[in-house]
């Protein structure tokens, strides 16, 4: 008559107690708009944590496209990330009130500035890596690590390959697209 206590999910592990049980998979549920909805949700987490640091996600960018190039030109940059030239100026001047990157003269044409890191820009990048690893944590706790491995798995898959509206152009493997 009695229960032996423990709730049993569909996959034959033990329930979650008092936790708020987690909505049953519809068969034929659309995948695109949970990946839609997580992808603005976390992107939405990741600016509010970003911005009270005084950042901005393009500004986190901007910061590690300069850390991985030798001194690029504003144009470089502007070209790298997609942005147009003048938003570029302004990411930057930016970043060079706040001591971060800074303006040096291009030894191979003096008529262009390269853009470095400052040692408080390395600092900030180091920073924004351990909130961003903080961030990922927080996302993935509810998984178990054979979980997140599967679910790694099948998003690098589906996010290299080619798009059919683009036509053959896609990620090299392992890399998503962009």
Do not use: F, K, W
């Amino acid at each position: 008559m009695g229960s032996s206590g423990g709730a049993t999910g569909t996959d034959g592990t033990a329930g979650t107690g008092g936790a708020a049980a987690e909505p049953e998979p519809q068969p034929d549920e659309p995948i695109a708009p949970l990946l839609a909805g997580l992808g603005a949700r976390c992107a939405e987490r990741l600016a509010r944590r970003l911005a009270e640091q005084g950042l901005t996600p393009a500004h986190v960018e901007l910061l590690g496209v300069v850390a991985d190039a030798d001194g690029p030109s504003q144009q470089e940059l502007a070209d790298r990330m997609g942005v147009l030239p003048s938003r570029m100026v302004g990411l930057i001047d930016e970043l060079e009130a706040r001591d971060l990157i800074e303006r040096v003269r291009n030894r191979r044409d003096r008529r262009q500035y390269s853009i470095r890191l400052t040692d408080a820009g390395q600092r900030a990048r180091a920073d924004v890596d351990g909130l961003a690893d903080e961030h990922e944590a927080e996302l993935v706790a509810p998984l178990s690590i054979a979980e997140r491995r599967v679910l790694a798995a099948l998003l690098r898959r589906l996010s290299c390959r080619p798009d059919p509206g683009l036509g053959e152009q896609g990620a090299e493997p392992g890399q998503p697209p962009g």
